[in-house]
Structures are given as C-alpha cells and as structure tokens.
C-alpha cells in the first residue's frame, strides 16, 4: 500500500505563487509517473500536470507556462509550484501517483487526500 500526503495549500491572492508537496510513503518497487489533478466545485476532475522518474513533463494546456512540476527521486516526493494564479485556478488539488509492487507485477494508481487551492482578493 502507498500513502500520499499533500501540503502547501491555501488562500493566494490572483497573481500569487504557491507551491504543493506530496509526500509518498509505502513499498513499492517503481512509482512512475507522479502528478495533480485538480477539481472545482461543480466540475470534473481535471489533469493538471504530471511527471516521469526521468522528469519528462506534461500540462494541462490551461496552467502551461504557470505551473512547474518537479520531483525528488530520492524522497517520492513531487511538487507543484502554482504561479501568476487566477481565480478558476480554484480547486482541490490531488496528488496521484502510479505504482508497481514488483518489477512484473501491474500498476496501481493511488491518490492523495486532496488540498484546496482558494485564489480570491
């Protein structure tokens, strides 16, 4: 089983910056990749950006250029730094993270309790 824990949420002004963590914990024997996604009230979760082991990137074309993913390998830790924010940029952010148990073995996907992201004046 793996644990992801985020952190880093709040309330920012538009224009802000903030940056997510999400701690990963557990066995396993790969977690590839990592990412957020993200859901406001009355709408459906989003993908907001994920990440490889060899850090190759993906954005939802909506926060491209805003937002910057990045990971720690070493800690299982990926993070998303949120800037020049706007006030549909509101939502819970979820940290994901695709996982095998063992070198043959299938992928599970495992997400985090969520962090709400509040951009308001």
């Known amino acids: 089983q793996v644990q992801l824990v985020e952190s880093g949420g709040g309330l920012v002004q538009p224009g802000g910056s903030l940056r997510l963590s999400c701690a990963s914990s557990?066995?396993?024997?790969?977690?590839?990749?990592m990412g957020w996604y993200r859901q406001a009230p009355g709408k459906e979760r989003e993908l907001v950006a994920t990440?490889?082991?060899?850090?190759?990137?993906n954005y939802a074309d909506s926060v491209k250029g805003r937002f910057t993913i990045s990971r720690d390998n070493d800690k299982n830790t990926v993070y998303l730094r949120l800037n020049s924010v706007k006030p549909e940029d509101t939502a819970v952010y979820y940290c994901?993270?695709?996982?095998?148990?063992?070198?043959?073995?299938?992928?599970?996907?495992?997400w985090g309790q969520g962090t709400q992201v509040t951009v308001a004046s």
């Open positions: 994901y993270a695709e996982t095998r148990a063992t070198r043959d073995s299938g992928v599970d996907r495992f």
């Open positions: 557990g066995s396993f024997f790969s977690i590839d990749p």
């Open positions: 990440i490889t082991s060899g850090r190759n990137t």
